[in-house]
T-cell receptor, first 114, second 112 residues
């Protein structure tokens, strides 16, 4: 298995533009998580899905952020409009209910909003 | 949610054994303790998981006392490549690790 795949690895965009981050979880995993990491706030859970259904989005900072999981093999995190304070590394992770190996994280997307 | 507390940073010389302790006073019955390692520009990576007593794999050992309110990750004979941030998490595998909170982690610096 190729692991959790995120794209793009790096994204630089201008303030006000729409940004879409993509994630392909490990095949067979039934939970998917979006995290954001900054120096100031560490790793923050934004939203998680169970069997493609959003379960808890209380970590999503504002209405500018939205996430979807149209099927078991794909998820997106969208920021519209983007702001400089959204600059961070965004990680996607997946897990299998009952697994003894926790989360598997992707390599992350480094977002810079200028 | 079980909150975890770890030292912010630690230094160690190459070849030494490193022990990182994590406190999780309100751990629930179904919770397991999982440790992750994160290198710069990478996502956290699973190291080891346990429920009680001692667990060992090819990378590390995990010691959990009977009351399970703390755990200690032990890295034998560290090398420079072990320089990373180590996170302790508490969560229920049966629940898919949902709503697990990462703490600040422990930044381990291995010195030549």
């Amino acid at each position: 298995d190729a692991g959790v795949i995120q794209s793009p690895r790096h994204e630089v965009t201008e303030m006000g533009q729409e940004v879409t981050l993509r994630c392909k979880p490990i095949s067979g995993h039934n939970s998917l998580f979006w995290y954001r990491q900054t120096m100031m706030r560490g790793l923050e859970l934004l939203i998680y899905f169970n069997n493609n259904v959003p379960i808890d989005d209380s970590g999503m900072p504002e209405d500018r952020f939205s996430a979807k999981m149209p099927n078991a093999s794909f998820s997106t995190l969208k920021i519209q409009p983007s702001e400089p304070r959204d600059s961070a590394v965004y990680f996607c992770a997946s897990s299998l209910k009952g697994s003894r190996f926790g989360y598997t994280f992707g390599s992350g997307t480094r977002l810079t909003v200028v | 949610l079980a909150k975890t507390t770890q030292p912010i940073s630690m230094d160690s010389y190459e070849g030494q054994e490193v022990n990182i302790t994590c406190s999780h006073n309100n751990i629930a019955t179904n919770d397991y303790i999982t440790w992750y390692q994160q290198f710069p520009s990478q996502g956290p990576r699973f190291i080891i998981q346990g429920y009680k007593t001692k667990v060992t794999n090819e990378v590390a050992s995990l010691f959990i006392p009977a009351d399970r309110k703390s755990s200690t990750l032990s890295l034998p004979r560290v090398s420079l490549s072990d320089t990373a941030v180590y996170y302790c998490l508490v969560g229920d595998p049966g629940g898919g690790y949902q709503k697990v909170t990462f703490g600040t982690g422990t930044k381990l610096q291995v010195i030549p």
